[in-house]
């Protein structure tokens, strides 16, 4: 039975996570095969930005108990680059498209939203205002008032549904949702990274080439919960539920609280049918039970 998000038309409620499946890679592996069985019910792009940027030094990932943190800086082609190479793989995809974009400022989210919203090929765009890795990636989504100054800017510039991409690094995630959806959102993801640093064992300096990262995966699953909770129960915009989650019995707990679709991302490195299997898990879980909301 297929489910209405944000004017989009999902089949299922599982998407990946933003930058954590190669849909192009993938497609090159898989060919025809992964467009008869696509994984997720709608394709979130790996975050673009206004210009090209090759992204941050190396080391770029760090493995933890139950995590991992990265630290990868936003490698991109550019907006130029992305719509002349990126998009038409990306528009033959048998899904829905949703492309997620950063800018440092205004003007730059301006930018990218016009030009990603006047594309036929594109269902929505993703605001990541939450990125830990660039200077500047946080300074909006970690506070309301700067939230809700950027959705409204942007707002008039697209009909595209909006869905803002939230930090779990701030005080008070459900007070930023409720900006974003003030400003004009039509949903809210969550959660990003967490701000995490990694030393190396043998030289007790920081192992990632830029100093600090996002950690992801399990590690990161009750905070995500209870995030997903919290804003859950304050906005009336849907939510997009994401943190280290493997299986659907973890996908459920993020609809049980409130959550009307939900994302796998740090599963799909390690194993890119994670999407799939967690799909699976979810049906034969939901057929089993009543839907439950606890929010
Ligand atoms: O590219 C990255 O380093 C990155 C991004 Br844009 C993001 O939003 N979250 C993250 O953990 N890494």
Redesign the pocket.
């Known amino acids: 039975m297929s489910i209405r998000i944000a004017g989009l038309t999902l089949e299922h409620p599982v998407l990946n996570g933003?930058?954590t499946f190669d849909a192009i890679a993938a497609r090159r592996a898989f060919g025809d095969e992964l467009g008869e069985r696509f994984p997720f019910s709608a394709f979130v792009s790996k975050?673009i930005t206004p210009e090209p940027r090759a992204?941050?030094p190396p080391p770029r990932l760090f493995e933890t108990p139950s995590g991992m943190v990265?630290?990868?800086?936003?490698?991109n082609k550019g907006l130029a680059g992305f719509l002349d190479q990126d998009l038409p793989e990306l528009a033959e995809l048998p899904v829905p498209l949703v492309v997620s974009v950063?800018a440092t400022d205004r003007e730059g989210f301006s930018r990218l939203v016009g030009a990603v919203g006047a594309r036929d090929e594109v269902a929505a765009i993703e605001l990541?205002v939450?990125?830990?890795?660039?200077k500047s990636?946080l300074i909006v989504g970690e506070q309301p008032a700067e939230t809700l100054a950027l959705c409204e800017a942007l707002r008039p510039l697209t009909a595209k549904p909006l869905i803002v991409?939230l930090t779990p690094n701030t005080a008070d995630p459900a007070a930023v949702a409720l900006a974003a959806e003030q400003g004009g959102a039509d949903a809210v993801s969550l959660i990003?990274?967490l701000r995490a640093t990694a030393l190396d064992p043998a030289t007790g300096e920081p192992w990632l080439g830029a100093g600090s990262?996002?950690l992801?995966g399990p590690a990161v699953r009750p905070l995500a919960l209870d995030q997903v909770r919290r804003v859950a129960a304050e906005v009336g915009v849907p939510v997009i539920g994401m943190g280290g989650i493997e299986s659907g019995a973890d996908a459920l707990e993020f609809l049980t609280l409130g959550a009307q679709a939900v994302a796998v991302g740090t599963a799909n490195f390690r194993d890119p049918g994670a999407g799939e299997r967690v799909r699976r898990e979810l049906e034969g879980l939901r057929g089993q039970a009543p839907a439950l909301h606890l929010n």
């Open positions: 933003s930058g975050t992204g941050n990265n630290s990868i800086g936003l490698p950063m990541n939450s990125c830990p890795n660039v990636g991409k990003n990274t990262g996002g992801s």
